[in-house]
């Protein structure tokens, strides 16, 4: 069984600063590939906020560039995203996903719950 599980959501002010965290585990995974967050407002689609790969290669949204960082911490199987200069805009539920190969053989996207992040005054 494969778990990926966020957490750090919130609510904050415009400008403000939240980290989020994403941990994957389960007896079954081999190795954790790339990892990414996203995120969904109300009423639009799941778009790609900032990926990384198990290099550590980075790739960020054009909107969030400057203002989040993505990094990873492989001996934890962690994925963090740091988020400064908050905007409304960034109001969403934000999503973590993570390629992982599995004992079986398989490599799969496995998606978190999401975690809801409310910028507002």
């Known amino acids: 069984q494969v778990h990926v599980v966020e957490s750090g959501g919130g609510l904050v002010q415009p400008g403000g600063s939240l980290r989020l965290s994403c941990a994957a585990s389960?007896?079954?995974?081999?190795?954790?590939?790339?990892m990414g967050w996203y995120r969904q407002a109300p009423g639009t689609q799941r778009e790609l906020v900032a990926s990384?790969?198990?290099?550590?290669?980075?790739n960020y949204a054009n909107s969030v560039k400057g203002r989040f960082t993505i990094s990873r911490d492989n001996t934890k199987n962690t994925l963090y995203l740091q988020m400064s200069s908050l905007k409304p805009e960034d109001t969403a539920v934000y999503y973590c996903?993570?390629?992982?190969?599995?004992?079986?053989?398989?490599?799969?996207?496995?998606w978190g719950q999401g975690t809801q992040v409310t910028v507002s005054s």
């Open positions: 389960g007896n079954s995974v081999v190795s954790i590939n790339a």
């Open positions: 990384i790969t198990g290099r550590g290669f980075t």
């Open positions: 996903s993570a390629n992982l190969d599995l004992s079986s053989g398989r490599r799969d996207d496995y």
